[in-house]
């Protein structure tokens, strides 16, 4: 018998390009945090800001994130309660990445604005493709359950510390009309 030596090669692993993911907020490092209510003295002169910062981890494939801040999201104005509605306080493009980068953050200082009392602050993040074409600060709504993260602080601005911290002046939802 003659025996040939010989090797079998298998075929390379087929490699895929990882896929997209939704951001994730790490809240753990968030700085502040979102789990108490902030009170901000606004009378304080020089008022050097609220410095908000959150680490965000995705798998991106390619597409850049963009964040959006706002005051009051989805608050309508009610004057008669001191409620200016929404406001886009910024909205920031974050460079794309993958999910094993721990360097991206989202950074913002807020200086207070707008009447005392109970507000809050989101923070919205998703890929930019999923944000409305005509609109860079909010959701498409078809990309929204898939596709975004959020998180959202309760800020009571009072003109001094022993102005109460009550959060009972906190805006509200308007209920349906029932039937």
Known sequence: MLFAESCIVADPPEYRAPGRTRPVLNMYSGVPTATQALVIDTSLP??????????VRSEDAG???????????????????????????????????????????????????????????????????????????????????????????TVNLVKSPVDGTTLSNCPTREEPAGP
């Open 63 to 153: 597409e850049p994130l963009r964040a959006s801040f706002f005051l009051d999201y989805q608050i309508k104005q009610n004057f008669q309660q001191g409620q200016l509605g929404e406001y886009n306080l910024v909205t920031k493009t974050i460079p794309a990445s993958t999910y094993d980068n721990l360097g991206r953050t989202f950074d913002y200082t807020w200086r207070p604005m707008g009447t005392q009392g109970c507000h809050f602050l989101t923070l919205i993040v998703a890929h930019r493709d999923s944000f409305k074409a005509d609109d860079e600060s909010h959701l498409d709504q078809q990309y929204a359950d898939d596709d975004a993260a959020l998180v959202t602080w």
């Open 46 to 55: 020089n008022n050097p800001g609220t410095k908000f910062s959150v680490q």
